[in-house]
């Protein structure tokens, strides 16, 4: 079974554990900023932030993101999609992203 968090015996925090879809790609939740700083420490190279600006449950804004990213050496997008059925353009916009960005 796979998830994307898993719960430190040692903690009641949950961290990230990315998913990957490709040797390229990797999904998860939404990530706190420690889970940036294990992002970096882990060699990721740039982070694509998908979720909608105003998500209540998001643990940071686009912008907090963005400076937490930048704070750790990661390059960042924002391709925010609304719902579950991304747009032409989101899709677009991914594949560009994916182009530009480092990996």
Do not use: C, W
Not at 41 to 57: K, M, Q, Y
């Amino acid at each position: 079974m796979t998830s994307d968090t898993a719960t430190d015996p040692g903690s009641k925090l949950e961290r990230l554990v990315p998913q990957p879809l490709s040797r390229a790609v990797s999904v998860g939740r939404a990530p706190t900023r420690e889970d940036v700083a294990a992002l970096a420490s882990a060699g990721f190279r740039s982070l694509i932030n998908n979720r909608p600006a105003g998500e209540t449950d998001s643990p940071m804004t686009s912008a907090e993101t963005a400076a937490v990213a930048s704070d750790f050496g990661l390059a960042y997008a924002h391709i925010p999609v609304e719902g579950r059925n991304p747009l032409e353009k989101d899709v677009r916009a991914f594949a560009e992203a994916l182009e530009a960005l480092p990996q």
